[in-house]
């Protein structure tokens, strides 16, 4: 079965301009998770979401947001960039499980210059 | 993440066994997990381990549990120059996400 999908792959955006990144969970799969990586600070938790409810946030500012579909497709925006918000960003699933498995998507790498 | 930690580099000659060590922080994690990242790649899962076990191998994988001391190793045996790549270490707290070490990149050399 197809793997989880991310849209788009690369972008570049200004400072002060907002990003939407897109997500597409493993079939069956009601989890997703939000990573971003960095270089300095590496793999740091954004948000998870459960049937279109965040059932937790990492400490990232308001001005990143996420919210999920009835189909478990999920979107994560960022408004106002800032240079130090180029990353990679990482979406995962976890289907129903116990042993909490993530499946990465291969993720969107955003540049703001 | 912080409350992972594992050392940045390794450097391997291919034949050889790697051993990458970790330590991790919460007790409460159910499972312990080893993660793969190729270049311009997302994380592959590589194995897991249910805290409850001392050891798992998986063909040239092999994970050590040192519940006590909270470390965590893998072993590769016979290591590939496709082994090359960087490798996370990551626990479970049991709050819907993972936290993850720096990562340990490995490097094969012929």
Known sequence: ?113 | GEDVEQSLFLSVREGDSSVINCTYTDSSSTYLYWYKQEPGAGLQLLTYIFSNMDMKQDQRLTVLLNKKDKHLSLRIADTQTGDSAIYFCAESPNDYKLSFGAGTTVTVRA
């Not at chain 1, 793997?3 to 690369?10: L, N, S, W």
């Not at chain 1, 597409?24 to 009601?30: E, F, K, L, Q």
């Not at chain 1, 990232?60 to 408004?79: A, C, D, I, K």
Request: contains cysteine; positive net charge; aromatic residues 12%.
């Open chain 1, 1 to 113: 079965k197809a793997g989880v999908t991310q849209t788009p792959r690369y972008l570049i955006k200004t400072r002060g301009q907002q990003v939407t990144l897109s997500c597409s969970p493993i079939s069956g799969h009601r989890s997703v998770s939000w990573y971003q990586q960095t270089p300095g600070q590496g793999l740091q938790f954004l948000f998870e979401y459960f049937s279109e409810t965040q059932r937790n946030k990492g400490n990232f500012p308001g001005r990143f947001s996420g919210r999920q579909f009835s189909n478990s497709r999920s979107e994560m925006n960022v408004s106002t960039l800032e240079l130090g918000d180029s990353a990679l960003y990482l979406c995962a699933s976890s289907g129903s499980g116990d042993t909490g498995e993530l499946f990465f998507g291969e993720g969107s790498r955003l540049t703001v210059l």
